[in-house]
């Protein structure tokens, strides 16, 4: 999860989020980008390659914050442009039901989703998308891994925060689950 | 439901399906087409307009039998393909999981969807549906209504077997009841 | 939706909260508690009269805050608990997932969710209740209504900010809308 | 799966059942036994030890025939009580939308859910169980397992036709796949 479109887009100053962040739970989504075939069935899902806040490199699906006065669709389409560039053609799905609800805390005991700054709600979606994808901004690569790949013990260990795990949760959602 | 495409292509004779239609539950696949914006929103949901067994002409979802060996995103997509034709560009859920499970029954008391022929245990998803549709064999037409007009009392009465249930149902799991 | 036990309880003061409130969307959960019968299924749905901000008199869901650091179970037994009484026996969803994500606004034209004082997201839960229910703290009473009666143009009538709508959600996803 | 109650109860003598199985596929419950905490979540996952028809021994979920005219409900209690006595008290959800859908195949390479007898449509659903559970009929045990004892290695090898697969689809839906 990263702020840098959010602190710079949103209503909050740094400080401000600082705060808020130490007072009440801050409203998430969380997108697996898929591929699918004509069926609708799941072929590849994407990962993002990036560089965390201690430095390390990690994998990780979409990540970011729903902003004040803003509808869920809309921040599902804003970070997901910010992440695959403006050309994925992301297609949200009609439901407005997240698969899973994501509980991260800066204690990663809690429930194994894991935060170090803040206490985080997330609405985790998977969305199929279409188009050309250029990862954007702080994120150094974009891959498609099969769902074998993508629950592979290599790839697994690539990934914080518990996203090994909601890449998991995503598969057995659309029944891919290896 | 009609099942002239099935009688066509399927397994089982005409005689065949009536004899397994005695003795156990049919399984099927309910379809309700609609239109979404940019953002996944329903705007619009497709009602097909046909002539029903005994002469009416009915409003009524997408609906047809699972054949032999045929797996249900095969089965989603040829029934949507029958009944829109071929250019309707169906997007059939990443999810395996329908939004609810339809129990018809010849007793119109059991559940308040009705089959006069069967029990039939039908499996209802919510089908984006970006291409052009042409209504084809039996139907007469297809009409694109908001969910305002689709759950109109002067639509609702003209479809039976408990499909104006289906679209409030259907509507009710995309957030746009009215 | 109330505070009233939230800011008792919480990590904010009244001043905190209408700070935050101005800020960034503020995390709800919605609990519809429903009588089921041995077989699972819905039988009644439970709906609290209360007294709203601006004095009427109002049937609602039950809904309430998720507070900092609280695990999203836990918060809708408190939530359940602060307005049934500690008896009422809340049967939580296994599932993590909520049925829906209600998103309340001030301006009423967003969503047709409406809440004057915030920008809320909130977690829609169906909960069976088996015990005995007392309405506490600020509800006048709790009434047990079929699902016919609590769609009925009476009852719908006297809830306000969306909460008749929330209702037939409600009863669509556990499919017994009428 | 076994059918040794519903040749007895059912409406098909076996003959017919067997040719019934030649021409349509078969609607079935699948039902992951499940014990809750007091918050509703899943601490354990019960499994079933069984003889199978090639002799060897198995674990597995619970499954069944959906019967001629027979609600899905009523199937799950009948197939639960089947195979865990009358004291389970099993808790089916008010929702009547499976989990996921299983679709087994007599080739297991078409889905990897495999029945060397038929295509099966099941229906599967995660069904907290508060009573007193006596493994009835042809099972040998029923063991409650922890979320990672029920993925380990060793248990995992127990489960064919993809009743390991099930049972992880099962946790992640709950949110407590390891």
Chains 1, 2, 3, 4 share one sequence.
């Not at 949103?10 to 409203?27: H, K, Q, T």
């Not at 994998?59 to 910010?82: F, P, Q, Y």
């Not at 609405?123 to 769902?147: M, N, Y």
Request: with cysteine.
């Amino acid at each position: 999860m990263t702020d840098e479109t959010e602190t710079q887009t949103g209503w909050l100053r740094p400080d401000e989020i600082e705060s808020a962040r130490r007072e009440m739970p801050i409203v998430y989504v969380d997108a697996v980008p898929v591929r699918v075939d004509v069926r609708g069935e799941v072929t590849h899902v994407g990962l993002l390659l990036r560089v965390t806040a201690d430095g390390t490199i990690s994998r990780m699906a979409i990540s970011g914050r729903v902003l004040h006065h803003e509808r869920i669709r809309d921040a599902l389409i804003r970070n997901l442009e910010k992440d695959l560039g403006p050309l994925a053609l992301p297609r949200v799905p009609p439901s407005p039901a997240p698969f899973t609800i994501v509980e991260y805390f800066p204690d990663p005991s809690v429930t194994g989703f894991h935060d170090p700054r803040q206490h985080a709600i997330s609405l985790a979606f998977v969305v199929p998308v279409d188009g050309e994808c250029r990862p954007s901004q702080s994120s150094l690569d974009l891959a498609w891994l099969t769902p074998e790949e993508a629950v592979s013990e290599n790839v697994r260990r690539e990934m914080t925060g518990g996203h090994d795990r909601l890449i998991r949760l995503a598969l057995s959602h659309v029944g891919v689950l290896p």
